[in-house]
């Protein structure tokens, strides 16, 4: 697999407090990688460490491979497209002048992107309205064309729909979806709207307190999600070749535990599993929702 952000043991602490503990990540290309946490559980600061704007404690991470200690790191780092915490506009700039500003500043020859851009985020009728007139969702769709100016092929957005009401949030959704097919940018979006992530990541990575809990895939995802019935045995790769002769559809979750998905009869499988000397512990079944399971593993003691 290709990963163009990787991290691995990173940790940032501020004064004794660990905003990231041994973190590992991995961003694979062309996703749109969901990172969910709760308030605080340090997604802003790994945003911040990847972009260059804090230092690394202990721990490295990777932009196409380039280590953040490399002194490549900074040319791979113009790859990056970012909004950390809030859009960086001017105020008092329209749109077509803020984005003219961010050409100026990467040293852009031409302004030529500018109507292409305007168009992409929806932006093409403002005219010379300044920016500190717009509403949110439209500061944020500025600063995602701002972000883009630089021609990145990963986007990098913190928390872009808070605050914003379900018109903004759509029209932010229907642009990431835009920015990942059409134009092939990999996109890290945080975020602590499960819901409104579902919609769109492709992979997830579940934070808490500074730790990457879980790392999965949304096709890995659904799987958990499917109705199954789990069962528990002493040892899972003795039952395999039974599984295999039903054609019986499961998952090894570990040496103990197999999820099976096809819809078989419960008494029908503990007998056949004991006339051939296979020990069975338990057998339930589970169905688990997209709330349940980041519950399960971080935690409900905040609005998350
Ligand atoms: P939010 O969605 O609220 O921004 P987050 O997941 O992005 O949450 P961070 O902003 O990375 O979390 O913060 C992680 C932890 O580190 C929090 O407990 C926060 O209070 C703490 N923290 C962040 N920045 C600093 C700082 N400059 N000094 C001290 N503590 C900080």
Redesign the pocket.
Known sequence: MNYVIEAASLTKK?KN?K?LDDLNLHVPVGSIYGLI?K????????IRLICGLQKVDTGEYYIYGIKNTDKEILNVRSRIGAIVETPAIYENLSARDNIIEELTLLGSPTFDDVDELLKLVGLSDVGAKKAGKFSLGMRQRLGIAIALAGNPDILILD?PINGLDPEGIIDIRELILKLNKEKNITILI?S?YLDELSKIATHYGF?DK?KMKKEISKDELINKMKHRIVLKVNDAKKIIPYLDSQNITYEIENDKTINIFSNIKIPKLISDLSKNNLEVIDVLEASETLENYFLNLIGSDDNA
């Open positions: 501020y407090f905003a946490g308030n605080g559980a340090g997604k802003t600061t790994l928390e945080s602590h934070v500074g």
